[in-house]
């Protein structure tokens, strides 16, 4: 009998602050009109200085686990994905632990910057369907704010902080049916904070430096053919897309490319604008209670790397 990994628990939590165009427009050379008509964003949310990627998982984490009815030493494993740490090392997975009282599952960091969930997600199905772990906490958060140039219009009109974060269980009905996760680092300069730490000092560039139309085209083509795949691997029409949320425009296309109805479409770009690792996840927390049980929710992103990939997902 196959083991799947089922989602039983969702979580979201955004900073307090929220700032909108108007706002944004008082900082930088744009306007309301150009960020709504381009991208559909109208406000995104900020954290506060001493605000880290850790900090917004946290209360997502909990939220999940209290809806899947688990508490931290029932955790076999955290896969957190983020682009923005809170510490070069140890991994953010590793301080969310300590703070659940999750001590001794296993628990590590994704670096796959917006397709961040899918790959931590692709993980924990893994493992679970291996036998390897029961119940799995996935995480996507981000302190994105952290790395934007603020006098560089073209990106950081674009981007906001937040988490989400699902638990996923072993269960012998589905859950999880197909994933499919690709990168083709020849694209790492179209998208990128190109920085280190070297010897005590900042190297490099480091602000989110962005060709906002490859990326945009690679967006919808990667969008569209892994979710093709996955349709194909699971032998399902979804129901349901839950796509990055990065542009309505791109969410457009990918959605009349698959030829879904608006309405099964879900779109939060408005109110979060690209959160990177948690746009799905907080996507999810947007839109689930639409969801039926048995309804088929495909999800797919695509983001700095390039990275990108698609997981079809049985739902209840
Ligand atoms: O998750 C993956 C991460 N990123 C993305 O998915 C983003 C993908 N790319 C995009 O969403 C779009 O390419 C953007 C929203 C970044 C840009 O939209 P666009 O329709 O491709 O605009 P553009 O870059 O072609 O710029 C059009 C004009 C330019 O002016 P000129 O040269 O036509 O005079 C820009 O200088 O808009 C100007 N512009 C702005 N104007 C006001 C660029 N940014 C802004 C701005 N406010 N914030």
Redesign the pocket.
């Known amino acids: 009998m196959n083991t799947y990994a089922k989602i039983t628990g969702l979580g979201g939590h955004v900073p307090s602050r929220a700032v909108d165009n108007a706002t944004l427009s008082q900082w930088?050379?744009?306007?309301d009109q150009?960020?709504q008509t381009?991208?559909g964003i109208r406000q995104r949310h900020f954290a506060g200085e001493t605000e880290l990627a850790g900090t917004l998982a946290l209360p997502a984490a909990k939220q999940a686990m209290a809806q899947a009815g688990i508490e931290g030493a029932d955790l076999d494993m955290i896969v957190f994905a983020t682009t923005t740490p809170d510490r070069v090392y140890p991994a953010t997975a590793c301080l969310l632990q300590a703070e659940l009282n999750a001590a001794p599952c296993a628990a590590f960091d994704v670096q796959a910057?917006?397709s961040g969930f899918l790959y931590a997600l692709g993980i924990g199905e893994a493992m679970v369907a291996a036998g390897r772990a029961k119940t799995v906490l996935i995480v996507g958060a981000e302190v994105f704010s952290s790395t934007l140039d603020w006098k560089d219009?073209?990106?950081?009109?674009?981007f906001g902080d937040g988490a989400g974060a699902a638990i996923l269980q072993a269960d012998s009905s589905p859950g999880v049916m197909a994933v499919r996760l690709y990168a083709d680092g020849r694209y790492a300069d179209n998208?990128t904070v190109n920085a280190r730490i070297r010897n005590g000092e900042l190297q490099g560039d480091p602000y989110t430096r962005?060709d906002?139309?490859t990326?945009?085209r690679f967006?919808v083509e990667k969008m569209v053919e892994s979710a093709q795949d996955v349709i194909a691997k699971s032998g399902s029409a979804p129901d349901w897309l839950v796509l990055?949320q990065?542009?309505s425009?791109?969410i457009e296309a990918v959605r009349k490319r698959l030829k879904m109805s608006a309405e099964r479409c879900v779109n939060c770009v408005a109110d979060y604008a690209?959160t990177?690792a948690a746009s799905i996840p907080l996507a999810l927390c947007a839109s689930s209670s639409r969801f039926s049980a048995g309804d088929n929710v495909l999800m797919a992103a695509?983001?700095?790397g390039f990275t990108w990939g698609a997981v079809m997902v049985e739902w209840g």
């Open positions: 930088v050379d744009t306007s150009w960020i381009r991208t910057v917006c219009r073209a990106t950081c009109v674009l998208l962005m906002g139309g990326v945009f967006a990055h990065a542009n425009r791109i690209n990177s695509a983001g700095g």
